[in-house]
T-cell receptor, first 114, second 111 residues
Framework: EADIYQTPRYLVIGTGKKITLECSQT?????MYWYQQDPGMELHLIHY???????EKGDLSSESTVSRIRTEHFPLTLESARPSHTSQYLC?????????????FGEGSRLTVL | LAKTTQPISMDSYEGQEVNITCSHN???????ITWYQQFPSQGPRFIIQ???TKVTNEVASLFIPADRKSSTLSLPRVSLSDTAVYYC????????????FGAGTRLAVHP
């Protein structure tokens, strides 16, 4: 069982609020990722990190920001939420230095902005 | 990054073998082929990974021809609980390569 946790699982907020989605993993993985997925649609990579103090934007442009101050923690922040940000956000991690494509995913945070 | 192409959807019945093929014509030498399964409202889950020939584990087999431009995920004797979306990924996570998910194949298993 993968040890990667996301909170909150569900969040409903009003437009203009600042939100932070938490993601933590206890596997010591250097690489962490955030994917965005609308219902029934494909996953889009929005942020990734290869280690502490490393963050990069993914292939889908996102108004969210991320930080990586500790290896185990990779929070995602929206400064001012809008209805267009309504989606499921999935956090994942993977091990460095090995030739494997195995990503470990959290259960996701489903965000609804009214 | 190698792009993948899969069928959008497939239907099967309980007890049948299901084969899902993925095309990846521009796969690079270092790339591995990985398949994930995703149930509604959950994150994807790793199923199997291979580089060439055939790989088998307790849930699936992965067939990769010599040219590696395609791969086939084989699910033996599917059950209703195998209804999910299956994603084929091509990449090399050991290096600085982002792992990109395509649209996936939506498999529906019927009684």
């Amino acid at each position: 069982e993968a040890d990667i946790y996301q909170t909150p699982r569900y969040l409903v907020i009003g437009t203009g609020k600042k939100i932070t989605l938490e993601c933590s993993q206890t596997m010591g993985h250097d690489k962490m990722y955030w994917y965005q997925q609308d219902p029934g649609m494909e996953l889009h990579l929005i942020h990734y990190s290869y280690g502490v103090n490393s963050t990069e934007k993914g292939d889908l442009s996102s108004e969210s920001t991320v930080s990586r101050i500790r290896t185990e923690h990779f929070p995602l922040t929206l400064e001012s939420a809008r209805p267009s940000h309504t989606s499921q956000y999935l956090c994942a991690s993977s091990e460095s230095g090995v030739d494997t494509g195995e990503l470990f995913f959290g259960e996701g945070s489903r965000l609804t902005v009214l | 990054l190698a792009k993948t192409t899969q069928p959008i959807s497939m239907d099967s019945y309980e007890g049948q073998e299901v084969n899902i093929t993925c095309s990846h014509n521009n796969i690079a030498t270092n790339d591995y082929i990985t398949w994930y399964q995703q149930f509604p409202s959950q994150g994807p889950r790793f199923i199997i990974q291979g580089y060439k020939t055939k790989v088998t584990n307790e849930v699936a087999s992965l067939f990769i021809p010599a040219d590696r431009k395609s791969s086939t995920l084989s699910l033996p004797r599917v059950s209703l609980s195998d209804t999910a979306v299956y994603y084929c990924l091509v990449g090399f996570s050991g290096g600085y390569n982002k792992l990109i998910f395509g649209a996936g194949t939506r498999l529906a298993v019927h009684p």
